[in-house]
C-alpha cells in the first residue's frame, strides 16, 4: 500500500474514517500526477463484486470539518472485503513509485479531510453495511457487525433482543470501523471504558491487502494496533462487540455548579463510586440566559419556583449531566436517585429531570442534527479541539481556559468530563495522559462561514491555538484525543516512549 515513509509522519495511505480522527492527508502532488492516466483504467480491470466510481464523485471530497475538499479519481462502493483487499493489494503490488494514497470512508465526520484521497481511491465503507448483523445472546452476549455498520443500526437491532452495547459516542451515526480506529468516548467510559475496551475480535485489511482475523490471543498486537489506531495499520471490515442487557428507560438529570472546584469533585466522587450513575458527563455554559428556561421544553424542575429565580446572567456555569437506567416495574428508582443526588453540592434550585426511553437518550445528538440541517447550520466549518486532560493539572487548565482564554463566547458545546484510567487497555494505539483519571475536555465549535469576527473559522482557529499553545507553556502533560500534528517532533511528543513501537508496528502492517 502507497504510504509516504514514517520518518515524514505523514498519515497512512490507508486511513479509516473516524468519528472525529485528525490527520492532515499528504501525497507528493507531482508524483501523483504522473501516474493519473494509468489509474483509472488499472483499476478498471479489477474483479471486484461491487463497482468502482470515476465521475460524480464530489461527495468523497467532503466531510464533517467543511475544511478541507480533496477529489479522488476514484470511489470503490464495495460488496465483500474481497474487493478491499483486492484493491490495496493492487496498489501495494503498484509499489512506492505510483504515490497513490488510499481512505476509507465511513459516514463522512472526519474534520480534516484525513477519510478524503486527492487523486487517489476513497472505499466507500458504508456499501459493506449489507452485511448481516448477527447477535449472539447467552451469558457473555455480542454482535458480529461489518466496520462500515452504524452504531443507531446496531443499536436498533441488539434491541430486538433486550441487548445494546456497553460503550457508546455521544452521536450515534458514525461506522463501527471509525470510533474503533479512534476511542470512542462518551458518558460510560468511566465505568465500561471506551468502546475499543470492549470488542472481542476484529476483521482487519492490512496495508498489503491480507485478511487477517485477530483478537487478544490470536494475531494479538495486530489486534491491539488496530485500536485506536487512527487508520495507520488497516481498515477494520468487521467486528466483535460486547453486550449488556438494554434497559427500557432512564433518568435523565441536569444539575448547575458555580464553582468548578467543586464541580470537579462531584465528578470525581460519581466515577469513582460504587453505587453511582450509568452515565456521567459535564459541560461548561458561557455566557448563557434564560438557560434554565430552554430547558423547561424537555426536564422538569424539581422546584419550579426556586428555578424561575435563578439567575445566570453573566456567570460561567458548569452542567453536570447524569442519567440512571431503570426497567419500567422499578418503583425504587425515585428514591435511588435521591440518595445518589444527595452526596452531590450543585445548586439546589437547578435540579432538573426528565424520564424517557434508553434509545432516545442514546440517539439525543440526533435530534440537534435534524433541528441544524433544517436551518442550515449542520454544513458549516466545525474546528473542533479534544484534549485528554490529567486530573492533577484540570484546575490549572480551567483557570486560564475558562477564566481568561473562553470568557466571552465558546461557539458551540464544551465537555468535560472525567475518565479511569484502568477501563483502557493499554496495548492498545490510542494515546492517553498517565494519572489514573483524566478528563476529557472537547470544544465543539462550529463557525459562520464567511465571517471574519469571533464567530468565525480563523477566529476560532486561533483560539484553539491559545488553548494549545497554553498546554504546552504550562506543562499540563495534555494528549490531543482525535490528534492533529504537522511535524515529526510534534508526534514524537505525542507518542512518547510509545513512538519506537507505534514506528514498528506501522513497518509491519503498512510499511509503504
Given amino acids: 500500500m502507497r504510504y509516504p515513509p514514517i520518518s515524514f509522519l505523514r498519515p497512512s495511505s490507508i486511513r479509516f474514517i473516524a468519528s472525529f480522527v485528525i490527520l492532515f492527508l499528504g501525497c507528493l502532488t507531482a508524483n501523483i500526477s504522473l501516474c493519473l492516466p494509468i489509474i483509472p483504467s488499472s483499476l478498471e480491470t479489477l474483479s471486484v463484486d461491487g463497482h468502482f466510481s470515476f465521475h460524480g464523485i464530489e461527495h468523497a471530497a467532503r466531510d464533517f470539518g467543511n475544511r478541507y475538499q480533496f477529489l479522488p479519481q476514484a470511489v470503490l462502493h464495495p460488496k465483500s472485503v474481497s474487493d478491499i483487499a483486492t484493491t490495496i493489494k493492487h496498489v501495494w503490488q503498484m509499489g512506492p513509485g505510483s504515490e497513490l494514497t488510499v481512505a476509507a470512508r465511513g459516514h463522512g465526520h472526519s474534520l480534516q479531510g484525513q477519510a478524503q484521497a486527492h487523486q487517489g481511491v476513497v472505499i466507500n465503507m458504508e456499501s459493506l453495511q449489507g452485511t448481516e448483523m448477527q447477535v449472539y445472546t447467552g451469558n457473555f452476549p455480542y454482535v458480529d457487525v461489518s466496520g462500515g455498520e452504524l452504531w443507531i443500526n446496531i443499536l436498533h437491532e441488539s434491541l430486538k433482543y433486550g441487548l445494546a452495547p456497553k460503550s457508546w459516542t455521544d452521536y450515534l451515526h458514525l461506522t463501527v470501523g471509525g470510533t474503533l480506529s479512534n476511542a470512542g468516548i462518551s458518558g460510560q467510559a468511566f465505568r465500561h471504558g471506551p468502546q475499543i475496551s470492549n470488542v472481542h475480535w476484529l476483521e482487519v485489511v492490512t496495508g498489503k491487502g491480507e485478511v487477517i482475523n485477530c ?181 490549572n487548565f480551567a483557570e486560564e481556559v475558562f477564566g481568561k482564554i473562553l470568557k466571552d463566547t465558546s461557539n458551540g458545546p464544551i465537555l468535560i468530563y472525567p475518565v479511569n484510567k484502568s477501563k483502557w487497555d493499554n496495548r492498545t494505539s490510542a494515546v492517553i495522559p498517565e494519572e489514573d483519571i483524566f478528563y476529557l475536555v472537547a470544544f465543539l465549535s462550529s463557525a459562520v462561514p464567511s465571517s471574519t469576527g469571533t464567530d468565525g473559522l480563523e477566529y476560532i482557529l486561533s483560539r484553539n491555538k491559545r488553548i494549545l499553545d497554553f498546554c504546552k507553556t504550562a506543562r499540563l502533560g495534555v494528549k490531543q484525543y482525535l490528534p492533529h500534528y504537522t511535524t515529526q517532533e510534534e508526534w514524537r511528543t505525542h507518542f512518547g516512549p510509545r513512538w519506537e513501537a507505534f514506528a514498528q508496528r506501522k513497518s509491519a502492517y503498512d510499511p509503504l
Avoid at 282 to 303: A, C, E, K, M
Fill in 215 to 395: 483478537s487478544k490471543n490470536q494475531n494479538g498486537d495486530l489486534f491491539h494496533s488496530v485500536l485506536g489506531g487512527l487508520g495507520q495499520f488497516g481498515i477494520i471490515t468487521r467486528a466483535r462487540i460486547s453486550l449488556e442487557p438494554a434497559p427500557k428507560m432512564v433518568k435523565w438529570i441536569r444539575v448547575l455548579y458555580s464553582d468548578f472546584s467543586t464541580f470537579a469533585r462531584d465528578q470525581e466522587y460519581l466515577i469513582s463510586a460504587e453505587n453511582t450513575f450509568d452515565y456521567i458527563e459535564g459541560f461548561v455554559i458561557i455566557n448563557r440566559t434564560g438557560l434554565l428556561n430552554n430547558w423547561r421544553s424537555s426536564f422538569n424542575p424539581q422546584d419550579p419556583v426556586q428555578a424561575s429565580q435563578f439567575e445566570s446572567d453573566g456567570k460561567i456555569l458548569f452542567c453536570l449531566e447524569l442519567t440512571k437506567n431503570f426497567k419500567v416495574d422499578n418503583t425504587n428508582i425515585n428514591q435511588e436517585v435521591e440518595s445518589l443526588l444527595s452526596q452531590l453540592s450543585y445548586i439546589p434550585s437547578t435540579l432538573f429531570l426528565s424520564e424517557v426511553p434508553y434509545i432516545d437518550f442514546l440517539d439525543r445528538v440526533h435530534v440537534s442534527e435534524v433541528k441544524l440541517r433544517s436551518k442550515g447550520l449542520w454544513e458549516v466549518p466545525h474546528p473542533w479541539l479534544n484534549l485528554l486532560v490529567p486530573k492533577s493539572k484540570i484546575h
